[in-house]
């Protein structure tokens, strides 16, 4: 299987969190995933760029998992990509490191699927990610298939334990 890392973006995941917090634990069943809360290492939103870039480097598979906040993430993310994805590093001149590498993003929505529309100004769940799909194009990683769940606040533990089966077959394709 692939070595993958699935970084998680949630600004409370040990306490609030239903459906994160659920993939999250679903993830770190399986062999040759590591799961990083990184809202718990990094709770004053430093982030060690040379640390994460070494983790970066020894998987072949980089998940971002994170609830959809104003068709964004969590700001932690962001910051993350702002830091990690460095000059000479990411892009620009030796800057290979994701050359290859699979980028997946794995979102919560608390919006139905019927949500993600494009009538009436809407957008798809597809249009909303592209700043991930371009950010992977852009790095020469190869975008994998993200993985959304959506309506994530109304779902009870049945559903909650549906979405981590269908969240482990994702991780294992
Ligand atoms: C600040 C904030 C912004 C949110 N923005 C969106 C949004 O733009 N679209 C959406 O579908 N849900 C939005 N939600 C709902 C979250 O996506 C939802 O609560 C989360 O995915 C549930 O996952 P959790 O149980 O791990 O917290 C937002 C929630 C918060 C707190």
């Known amino acids: 299987m692939k070595k993958t890392l699935v970084l998680v973006f949630h600004p409370d995941l040990d306490g609030q969190s239903h459906a994160n917090k ?5 993830a770190a069943e399986l062999p040759d995933v590591t799961v990083r809360d990184e809202y718990a290492i990094y ?7 040379a640390a994460e870039q070494r983790l970066v480097e020894e998987h072949d598979r980089i998940v971002l998992q994170f609830p959809l906040y104003w068709y964004s ?9 702002d830091k990690v994805l460095a000059y000479g590093w990411a892009y620009g001149p030796n800057g290979e490191a994701l050359n290859g590498k699979e980028i997946m993003v794995a979102t919560t929505a608390g919006g139905a699927t019927s ?17 991930y799909r371009m950010t992977a194009r852009y790095t020469n990683a190869v975008w994998h298939q993200p993985f959304v769940l959506f ?10 334990a549906e979405a981590a089966a269908r969240y482990r077959e994702a991780l294992l394709a």
Do not use: C, F, H
Request: aromatic share 4%.
């Open 22 to 26: 659920a993939l999250a634990q679903a």
């Open 151 to 160: 309506n994530a606040m109304e779902l009870d533990d049945a559903a909650l």
């Open 73 to 81: 993430s969590p700001a932690l993310l962001k910051e993350w990509e």
């Open 115 to 131: 949500e993600y529309r494009t009538e009436n100004g809407g957008a798809t769940m597809d249009e909303v990610l592209s700043p």
């Open 43 to 49: 709770p004053g939103g430093a982030i060690d760029a």
